[in-house]
């Protein structure tokens, strides 16, 4: 079901999760999680809320203990280990920074158990604060601080302690928008300056994509997905994962015919070929189309007309709404700095084969 | 009344213009005027009458007499007599408030992490001593601590003690009563602080290290300081101006100020002296509260600016 890298998972799989799963009473929160995850690795575990990615990074952490399945780290089984035994960064939604410490004393707590000497304790609250650019505030209090620098200083303190593993619960989540973006790119670049090996927990699918080494799309309490954000998104394995993962078209198809390369799918009036990648298709099937590899044209070969419902600017494209015979079809058409067709006009629509994926109708997983 | 209040809110806003003050409005004032009436009506005024009362010179013939003096405080300030009862009440408050504390902290923290149907019943038990008339509840624990009480007879039967222990007409027994009392109050209090702890924050300190014990003493404690702080100055203060249960189980040979303040009342008739009995207790308090609180809150000065 999850498609591991097999060199990772042979020679490098730093933290592995074999079968993990928690039930709560008769609800299964989390089914069976295998994930081998490389010393190093930025993986995120993408879904929506209640599909088990919480409970994964809790197990992980220590919080909740599994019903099955092991956790290992660095060869060793941590699945029955105290949380205060594991070593684990945690950066949680709510930041929850000590209210009653200063901005040096929450950074310094983890050393503080570890009885760090004085000087190296002074040295590495530096050090830390000092990469997320909070040089000097040491000795503020959370209360005046902004979020974006309570956040700075959660993950300084989850840093300071040289975790074997950062945790990221949902980080981001109480920063507005354009402060995120800036978080994503800073965090990405301390993750990959230190080498230290990261789990983000995330429904964000651009958070996602733009941080992680590889994403995994939970579903259900399952994997239903894993791959870097490029194979994720461009070759969607479930109906899920294609619609979780940026804006998709769906249409339902029957395969009439299946050639060499291609697959004659009709869509309605429609005929389409569909590649196939080796993969054998009959009866019905879902057919996929990004907005962005939808384009509108005049020619006569359109392989849609439809009339244009809606028309929303979003700076650098346009997200279309069109209604045609399949159905609706959204587009996305980037600003080249032309005005695009008006709502109520009839256009033509078109796409290239290869923008296609098709899978099987009753495939829910991947 | 719509009159008069309308004339009220024109002068008020007229005043705030003169003396070139911001204007408010009225509303406020309107909005806390009955409170302010009730107030004035029920708590200053009284306690105004019982300070000039205290200054009123007494005579065992002829009652209150209308020259002042500061004699009754001469009196009760150079008695060992009240020395000693003055030295009983902060004793008793101060047992009580600890005992409040050790007894009702843990309480509320158990009580947060018990599951739905529990925790809502334990909370009315635990509350359930603010619904009982304060003579009922007293008199209960007279015949549970008495020496042919229940509690005796089981520590007899179960040979523990071979004579009963004698614990109605003593402190200990005004001690357990007024704890009982007063252990809700402390609950609240706690309680209020502890919902508006973020649960995040003890996982947060697990993960950097800290076993439960550190987690508890290092992180929720101080955070909790607030909460302790205002549930030990009610119950110190309730405690140490109770007057039913020290009078029915501590008797009357063991004073406390506001027994002693009643029976100067109604059993000698010296009212001047009972009053100066109340408002040294007053007095007292106060200071007691204030300066604890002045103490703790430059002690544990980040905890409280939070």
Redesign the interface.
């Known amino acids: 079901m999850s498609t591991v890298h097999p060199r990772k998972a042979i020679n490098m799989s730093f933290l592995t999760l074999d079968g993990l799963g928690k039930s709560f009473g008769t609800f299964s929160a989390v089914e069976s999680i295998s994930l081998s995850i490389g010393r190093g690795e930025f993986v995120s575990l993408l879904g929506p809320s209640g599909c088990g990615k919480t409970t994964t990074l809790q197990m992980v952490a220590g919080f909740v203990e599994p019903t099955r399945g092991r956790i290992l780290l660095d060869g060793a089984d941590i699945t029955r280990e105290r949380p205060e035994k594991r070593g684990m960064g945690i950066v949680f939604q709510s930041y929850a920074l000590f209210a009653h410490m200063t901005v040096g004393d929450n950074v310094g707590f983890g050393l503080d158990m570890r009885n760090v000497t004085r000087g190296e304790r002074a040295a590495r609250i530096a050090e830390v604060l000092d990469m997320v650019r909070l040089t000097g505030l040491d000795k503020r209090y959370p209360r005046e601080l902004s979020g974006g620098q309570r956040q700075r200083v959660a993950i300084a303190r989850a840093l300071a302690i040289r975790p074997r593993v950062l945790l990221l619960d949902e980080p981001m989540s109480n920063l507005d928008a354009k402060l995120r973006e800036d978080m994503h790119v800073e965090l990405r670049a301390i993750q990959k300056q230190l080498g230290i090996t990261t789990i983000l927990v995330t429904h964000d699918q651009v958070e996602a994509m733009t941080m992680s080494d590889r994403i995994a799309v939970m579903h259900g309490g399952h994997i239903v997905q894993i791959g870097s954000p490029f194979d994720a998104y461009e070759h969607p394995e479930s109906v899920f994962a294609s619609g979780f993962l940026g804006k998709t078209n769906v249409l339902r198809g029957t395969v009439e015919q299946l050639n060499d390369r291609c697959a004659v799918v009709r869509v309605g009036a429609s005929v389409m070929k569909v590649p196939h990648g080796g993969r054998r298709f009959e009866g019905d099937v879902q057919l996929y189309v990004r907005p962005e590899r939808v384009a509108l044209t005049a020619a006569p070969d359109a392989t849609l007309h439809g009339r244009v419902t809606t028309c929303l600017f979003l700076g650098n494209h346009w997200m279309l709404q069109i209604d045609t015979p399949l159905g609706v079809v959204r587009a996305s058409l980037p600003n080249a700095g032309s005005p695009p067709p008006r709502e109520g006009e009839t256009v033509g629509v078109r796409w290239s084969d290869d923008a296609v994926r098709m899978l099987a109708e009753n495939l829910t997983h991947g | 009344m719509a009159d008069s209040s309308n004339s009220l809110a024109t002068a008020s806003v007229q005043t705030a213009r003169d003396s070139g003050a911001p204007r408010a409005g009225a509303a406020p004032w309107l909005l806390a005027a009955p409170a302010l009436l009730l107030f004035c009506g029920l708590l200053l005024v009284p306690l105004l009458l019982t300070a000039v009362l205290s200054f009123h010179a007494f005579d065992g013939s002829q009652g209150v007499l209308a020259t002042y003096t500061l004699a009754n405080y001469a009196e009760v300030l150079g008695d060992s007599y009240y020395h000693e009862i003055f030295l009983r009440t902060a004793g008793m408050a101060l047992a009580v408030t600890v005992l409040c504390v050790v007894l009702g902290v843990p309480e509320t923290i158990i009580l947060s992490r018990m599951k739905s149907p529990w925790r809502s019943l334990f909370l009315i038990v635990i509350l359930g001593p603010l619904l009982i008339s304060v003579v009922v509840r007293t008199l209960g624990w007279a015949i549970l601590l008495g020496n042919n009480g229940l509690l005796n007879n089981a520590l007899q039967a179960l040979g523990i003690v071979s004579e009963p222990v004698k614990l109605v007409f003593t402190m200990t027994g005004v001690i357990i009563g007024l704890t009982h009392v007063l252990v809700p109050f402390m609950v609240i209090s706690v309680w209020a602080t502890l919902q508006k702890l973020?649960p995040?924050?003890e996982?947060?300190?697990?993960?950097?290290?800290?076993?439960p014990f550190?987690v508890f003493r290092?992180?929720v404690l101080?955070?909790l300081l607030p909460g302790v702080l205002s549930g030990s100055i009610i119950v110190f203060a309730l405690a140490a101006s109770a007057f039913a249960t020290p009078a029915l189980l501590g008797g009357r040979r063991l004073k406390v100020a506001a027994t002693a303040a009643y029976d100067e009342f109604l059993n000698t008739l010296n009212w001047p002296l009972g009053a100066t009995v109340a408002v040294l207790l007053l007095i007292a308090n106060i200071a007691i509260i204030v300066g604890c609180n002045r103490w703790i809150e430059r002690r544990?000065r980040?905890?409280f600016?939070?």
């Open positions: 973020d995040q924050i996982h947060a300190a697990r993960s950097l290290g800290a076993p550190a290092r992180v101080p955070q544990f980040s905890v600016e939070a």
